[in-house]
């Protein structure tokens, strides 16, 4: 019946789909205030739930990230190169790169192209497609040539797209994605005869930069694994290409973020690529390539090939560092202005989750209980992201605040130590970031103070207030947009 009727009312089912997240998200932020008149008692189970929920996450992510951290330690001192040659295979795999950009500055593209000639593995075998904008005008053909003639000769090809503006795609990433791979299927397949079967394709955000084994690692899980067709694999990002040259803000922003992609890497129940990744052409190929209607382009291409595969599809760790950069741009308040539209991009992503939900009502000979909870997940992570500052910074707070006759009650005078004191014990997840943050980032370029160094801890600080401005905030921006049906366009980040 739910199938029929989605099937029969697209357009409705759309659009209430797309009212969900924000009605749920603004429904749970306001409960608290109402809620403390009308059922304050209720209000309190909700509070202590979600606290009970925020030291479970806060805990799981300490210990979690800090084993991945250490995993990649391991793997960076680890010759990967030498364990894939030792497959029969090795000589057949080559790597297709995707670079889309648009109007990323000329420097930007030549260090990432920079970095990926370091790589151990055999560059004549690593094929390079610098997806570009027809939109950036004369300057993209420029910075094409002059890429080109740079790193022609370093790797087995490197040549460039010029994506056109086309009536019914969405202008972004994964448009350009879809016309840049077509083309360079054809070129490494169709005309230089390298076999579909032994060639990966990787979606490489413009600012990143591998380590350099990262291919190396690839190759030798690419072939270890029978079910090869069937995975994409994700590195460490890191956005700490400008970790020293950015405000403090954006600076403990981006030191959270990293160390927070580290401890996804160990929970590949809820693994899903994320901005530079990997996987086969042969499986990107007949998925139908990424879609061109779309904002949100990795989640949204990996349900596109999980419910494609009927669930037989996994995201793997690469436990190796992808550098990237954070948020900048010229003046502080541009930056931090930079920053918050770059999180609201990111928070947009719940506007896939109405592809996502119908998917699940409508595919057939996925494990029910497999797809079921895949979707739950990625519904907590979107549905809760505005709502995780409010409820556990000032939600105990508001009983025994606006009902004085509540406040006089034994629950209504210890819910806000209680609440307190599971938010403390969950400050022990910060503590754990700072240690792997200070390890992890680069050492800074520049000499600096004692008193610099003193004070670096303390801007941890401003997480509180940093959480409100860039989490709740810009997460309530993309669901109250996507409620209202006033629909984002994608925007590049700026790059200094």
């Known amino acids: 019946m739910l199938k029929r009727y989605v099937r029969r009312h697209p357009v409705k089912t759309q659009r209430f789909l797309e009212i969900l997240p924000g009605f749920v998200s603004w429904s749970l932020i306001l409960f608290p205030f109402w809620g403390s008149f009308v059922v304050p008692i209720l209000v309190s189970y909700y509070i202590i739930a979600f606290s009970v929920y925020w030291l479970y996450r806060s805990l799981t992510m300490a210990i979690l990230s800090l084993l991945a951290h250490i995993r990649i330690n391991a793997s960076m001192q680890h010759d990967w190169l030498e364990d894939a040659q030792k497959f029969d295979d090795f000589k057949k795999i080559h790597h297709l790169i995707i670079v889309p950009t648009y109007k990323e500055p000329l420097h930007t593209l030549q260090r990432s192209l920079t970095a990926l000639s370091k790589q151990t593995f055999p560059l004549n075998r690593i094929h390079i497609m610098l997806a570009f904008e027809q939109r950036e005008g004369e300057e993209a053909h420029k910075k094409a040539h002059e890429l080109i003639t740079e790193f022609g000769s370093t790797f087995g090809s490197v040549q460039a797209t010029f994506h056109p503006d ?20 054809k070129y490494v397949v169709d005309t230089l005869g390298i076999s579909i079967e032994y060639c ?40 700490y290409n400008n970790i020293w040259q950015v405000p403090a803000p954006v ?115 996925v ?57 403390t014990i969950s400050l022990i997840s910060l503590f754990v970031i700072f240690l792997i943050d200070a390890n992890a980032r680069p050492k800074s370029p520049h000499k600096r103070s004692i008193f610099g160094r003193i004070m670096q801890p303390f801007e941890f600080l401003m997480v509180p207030i940093l959480g409100f401005f860039f989490s709740a905030l810009p997460g309530m921006d993309a669901h109250t947009r996507l409620m209202l049906g006033k629909y984002l366009e994608y925007r590049v980040t700026e790059k200094v």
């Open 200 to 239: 990966t394709i990787t979606s490489e955000d413009a600012d990143a930069i591998f380590d350099k084994q990262y291919f190396s690692y690839l190759t030798y899980d690419f072939l270890k694994d029978k079910k090869r067709y069937n995975r994409i694999w994700q590195g460490s990002i890191r956005f």
């Open 367 to 423: 494990p029910f209980w497999d797809k079921t909870i895949r979707v739950l997940k990625t519904m907590e992570d979107h549905f809760l992201w505005p709502v995780n500052w409010f409820a556990i910074t000032v939600g105990a707070l508001l009983p025994p605040f606006l009902n004085q006759e509540f406040n006089r009650t034994q629950i209504g005078k210890t819910l806000p130590q209680l609440s307190s004191a599971m938010l």
């Open 251 to 365: 600076r403990v922003l981006a030191s959270i973020f990293s160390v927070a992609q580290m401890f996804i890497l160990m929970r590949q129940d809820r693994l899903i690529n994320f901005s530079t990744y990997s996987t086969s052409l042969r499986l990107i190929d007949s998925i139908g390539y990424w879609d061109t209607d779309i904002i949100p382009e990795d989640y949204h291409l990996f349900f596109k090939a999980y419910f494609a595969l009927k669930g037989d599809l996994e995201v793997k760790p690469i436990f190796l560092p992808i550098l990237a950069d954070a948020a900048e741009a010229h003046g502080f308040w541009s930056t931090m202005h930079n920053q918050y539209e770059q999180i609201k991009r990111w928070a947009w992503g719940v506007s896939d989750d109405a592809y996502i939900i119908k998917q699940w009502i409508l595919a057939e000979d």
């Open 166 to 185: 086309i009536h019914g795609e969405v202008k972004g990433k994964s448009s350009n994605m879809a016309w840049g791979a077509r083309h360079a299927k």
